[in-house]
């Protein structure tokens, strides 16, 4: 399975959804002057170099100093300041954490944090230049939503409400060009997964560029056996959608968690602890990246390693439904 490839022909391909962040943001940035891109010698790479020649006043680079970047942010949405911080989410969710968790989330700045080039995008350049930890330290932050989103659709409803949002934020964008998911629901809202496929035999949550794979190994399941599964694309980590996953849990059927994150501390931990703690007890797995440094390779042969890909999906899907 190639992300970056169409393999379902009643799927519309769309683009990476960096491109869209910035095309929403820059479409934004036309009637309110009050927003400010802040970036850490990453406007080449967060694809807005268009929004800096539109709009040079409202764009500040600060070089390779995220934790400046951080500090610049927070001062800025002190005063006033509609602020995106861009920076490739594996340096902006560690080295800047302190300043996160200060400047930002403590003090109450309503910074939009935009880890770009997330998870196991940079592919072959190894654990240094991975995200797969970022879930799991924003968790532990008070005060700030988590944003994954899926698809086009998904990205630029996201920038446009961060844009209206009072409080700090941090989203993540993939590289790779992404489908549209679900054309037929076009609803989003912080804080509430979005179902892209639905069923009533299995569920599948899952977030960012993992959601399509889990969607390729809902429809494999349902040609190869008839098993119909729910795809949820559970964009927002925090908080999370607790009313969405009871549901899905009522009648007993298997969860699996989908993710592009160590599986210790994000979407499937979050999703374990509440179910849990609230009695439920469906058969449960969490695919995700385990306690080890990656092995070397592409996003696409990481995904695959690691049992995130549509063959991955539907052999555990298999399992768990002992078919």
């Not at 698809?151 to 993540?172: C, G, W």
């Not at 298997?254 to 599986?263: D, N, S």
Request: aromatic content about 8%; overall charge negative; some cysteine.
């Amino acid at each position: 399975m190639e992300l970056d490839k169409i393999e379902e022909k009643n799927l519309k391909m769309g683009k990476a959804n960096q491109e869209v962040f910035s095309e929403t943001l820059q479409g934004l940035a036309e009637t309110n002057k009050d927003i400010i891109v802040v970036t850490s010698d990453s406007r080449g790479s967060g694809k807005l170099v268009p929004f800096g020649q539109k709009y040079p006043n409202q764009i500040v680079e600060v070089g390779i100093a995220e934790q400046n970047l951080v500090g610049v942010a927070a001062g800025l949405a002190s005063a006033g300041k509609n602020v995106f911080a861009v920076s490739p989410a594996c340096f902006l969710s560690a080295r800047a954490l302190e300043q996160i968790k200060n400047d930002v989330c403590y003090s109450d700045n309503p910074v939009t944090l935009v880890g770009i080039s997330a998870g196991v995008s940079y592919g072959a350049l190894g654990t240094t230049h991975h995200s797969l930890h970022d879930y799991a330290v924003f968790r532990a932050i008070n005060n700030i939503t988590i944003l994954a989103p899926a698809d086009n659709f998904e990205t630029e409803q996201a920038v446009r409400l961060a844009a209206q949002h009072d409080k700090p934020i941090y989203m993540r964008f993939g590289k790779k060009t992404m489908p549209f998911l679900n054309e037929n629901n076009k609803t989003f809202e912080f804080g509430k997964g979005r179902v892209v496929r639905g069923g009533d035999d299995i569920a599948i949550i899952a977030s960012g560029e993992t959601v399509y794979p889990a969607w390729l190994a809902a429809k494999k399941l349902e040609d190869d056996h008839d098993i119909k599964a729910t795809v949820i694309s559970m964009h927002t980590i925090k908080p999370l959608d607790v009313n969405l996953i009871e549901n899905l849990a009522k009648n007993g059927r298997p969860i699996i968690i989908v993710e592009e994150h160590m599986v210790t501390g994000g979407l499937g931990e979050a999703c374990a602890s509440h179910l849990f703690q609230h009695g439920y007890k469906n058969p449960f797995q969490i695919i995700g990246i385990p306690d080890e440094y990656t092995v070397t390779g592409s996003q696409v042969e990481i995904f695959n390693h690691y049992g995130i890909s549509k063959e991955g999906i539907y052999k555990t899907c298999k399992k768990m439904l002992n078919i």
